[in-house]
């Protein structure tokens, strides 16, 4: 395990730099009208050193941990942000689309200022873009959270809580959030 987690940590930068990271669409299926209402932006990691798509419970967990999530999350951010204003530009369709905010990144201190920059530099409408937090990231900083989730409002997010069911599991908890969308988790359901 610390021969694995050095090798990533040593190879993390060049491959961010050899743009090895890569954002996948995963679609949001809208089954009463029948069709795509928009997707969550997932990040994968193709190792060239390895030749292979490393598992995000590989590297993610080690990102978390050393920080480096935070660049990865605005990059993911970013490249979501200016693949849709280059589609609108072709007049592509453009769907709505979601995308995950670690703990590390929402904490940062200019982690609202970068994301309502990035948003107006590529001109996304209000309400086209929801940030998702953790469950658990809502019950350890319900107070910070719940005023990250006011500003982001403000500011045209939509805001979605994620894994639901997987921690704390309270509804009149997380009311008081006020998001747009609970995502359960698997485990709830099972």
């Given at each position: ?27 949001k ?20 050193k ?36 280059n ?90 959030l ?13």
């Open positions: 395990n610390y021969r694995k987690k050095a090798e990533i940590e040593g190879r993390m930068e060049s491959a961010f730099e050899n743009n090895e990271f890569h954002i996948f669409y995963q679609p299926y809208n089954i009463k009208r029948g069709g795509m209402d928009g997707s969550e932006i997932l990040v994968r990691w193709f190792d060239t390895i030749d292979h798509y490393r598992t995000p419970n590989e590297f993610l967990p080690i990102f978390e941990e050393n920080g480096f999530i935070s660049r990865l999350d605005r990059f993911v951010f970013y490249k979501a942000c200016e693949n849709a204003a589609m609108a530009e072709k007049n592509q369709p453009v769907y709505p689309f979601s995308v995950n905010v670690s703990r590390v990144t929402a904490i940062q201190p200019d982690f609202l200022e970068y994301y309502k920059r990035i948003k107006q530099k590529f001109n996304i409408r209000d309400g086209f873009v929801t940030i998702e937090f953790t469950e658990s990231f809502a019950y350890e900083n319900y107070e910070y959270l719940a005023g990250v989730i006011h500003e982001l409002h403000g500011s045209g997010f939509q805001c979605s809580l994620d894994d639901f069911g997987t921690g704390f599991s309270n509804l009149s908890y997380i009311t008081g006020r998001p747009e969308n609970i995502k359960i988790g698997r485990m709830f359901i099972n």
